[in-house]
T-cell receptor, first 116, second 110 residues
Framework: DAEITQSPRHKITETGRQVTLACHQTWNHNNMFWYRQDLGHGLRLIHY???????NKGEVSDGYSVSRSNTEDLPLTLESAASSQTSVYFC???????????????FGPGTRLTVL | DAKTTQPPSMDCAEGRAANLPCNHSTISGNEYVYWYRQIHSQGPQYIIHGLKNNETNEMASLIITEDRKSSTLILPHATLRDTAVYYCIVRVAFRQNFVFGPGTRLSVLP
């Protein structure tokens, strides 16, 4: 079955280190997204991509970067991890929208990142 | 995207219908109503969406008022596994950004 996976599921790192979170989907969806979820803030959009070589900044993009070299993967990189980036990170994907607006986003299981 | 208002929490007895309301009084004509839920620590799960007609699928029914200013998600026979935070989201079709508010925490009680 097609799916979306994230790795690692849990990560502990130190302030200042570079960290990369992986997201892989097998639905052949054009669109991919990264969110973070913190207590009291709900989900907030970090970066998104509409296709290969396309990336866009979301609401809370500072300190994060993404690259899209193929359809299946959108890795999220924290250039220099900070304690404020301790959070749960969710990846999502969707296909190109249709007339019925069925560009539903499907979410991965999440990565819990702790920055010490 | 239009803002939505949901009650912060609700309880429902197991086996009964759970009716989750959502107000979206500033919704515009090209905005869809989406519902997602998030079971503890898991990724959000798509439930259903609609534009102006009522919709039903294997998980739930979505009732949208005629003026489209509010909607209700109905879980016809709630089980303990339906305990989750439910998000009502209004967004323009084809626009990619979903804005998740605080949602409604539904507790299904035995």
């Amino acid at each position: 079955d097609a799916e979306i996976t994230q790795s690692p599921r849990h990560k502990i790192t130190e302030t200042g280190r570079q960290v990369t979170l992986a997201c892989h989907q097998t639905w052949n969806h054009n669109n991919m997204f990264w969110y973070r979820q913190d207590l009291g803030h709900g989900l907030r959009l970090i970066h998104y991509s509409y296709g290969v070589q396309d990336t866009n900044k979301g609401e809370v993009s500072d300190g994060y970067s993404v690259s899209r070299s193929n359809t299946e993967d959108l890795p999220l990189t924290l250039e220099s991890a900070a304690s404020s980036q301790t959070s749960v990170y969710f990846c999502a994907s969707s296909k190109v929208g249709t007339l019925r607006g069925t560009d539903t986003q499907y979410f991965g299981p999440g990565t819990r990142l702790t920055v010490l | 995207d239009a803002k939505t208002t949901q009650p912060p929490s609700m309880d429902c007895a197991e086996g009964r219908a759970a009716n989750l309301p959502c107000n979206h009084s500033t919704i515009s004509g090209n905005e869809y109503v989406y519902w997602y839920r998030q079971i503890h620590s898991q990724g959000p799960q798509y439930i259903i969406h609609g534009l102006k007609n009522n919709e039903t699928n294997e998980m739930a029914s979505l009732i949208i008022t005629e003026d489209r200013k509010s909607s209700t998600l109905i879980l016809p026979h709630a089980t303990l596994r339906d305990t989750a935070v439910y998000y009502c989201i209004v967004r323009v079709a084809f626009r990619q950004n979903f804005v998740f508010g605080p949602g409604t925490r539904l507790s299904v009680l035995p």
